[in-house]
């Protein structure tokens, strides 16, 4: 039952901070994103929690729609492992992207709340 608990709580999570960086929302990212995250775009381009923040506070990075499926949850004890694709549409530095994603995200539970510290995503192939 915890386990399930679990799994809900993370994709819970996902959910709410794909939701939250399209609406620039930065409270709420302030909260879902752990203080150490790793953040690996589908550019390579590595980032963390504060650029992230800032990057989405100026509007450099605007999330227009973020849409997940084919999501795999997986529990370890205090680490969630997230898994599946997104369908992205955001606009980076005033150019637009539109991408389908490969994406791995990796939850942390503590002090009993789920925190993102880690994302990785590379861009499907269309074909």
């Not at 205090?78 to 994406?103: C, D, E, S, Y």
């Amino acid at each position: 039952m915890a386990h399930e608990q679990d799994e809900q709580a993370i994709r819970q999570c996902s959910q709410r901070r794909f939701e939250a960086m399209i609406r620039g929302d930065l409270t709420a990212l302030d909260e879902l994103l752990a203080d150490h995250l790793t953040y690996t775009h589908a550019s390579g381009r590595l980032d963390f929690k504060a650029p992230l923040l800032k990057d989405i506070a100026s509007g450099r990075n605007q999330y227009e729609s973020i849409t997940a499926e084919e999501v795999c949850v997986r529990v370890y004890h205090a680490v969630g492992i997230l898994t599946g694709t997104v369908q992205m549409r955001a606009k980076i530095q005033g150019n637009p992207r539109n991408h389908r994603l490969r994406f791995t995200e990796v939850y942390h539970k503590a002090d009993a709340r789920w925190q993102l510290v880690a994302w990785q995503s590379t861009v499907v192939p269309e074909g």
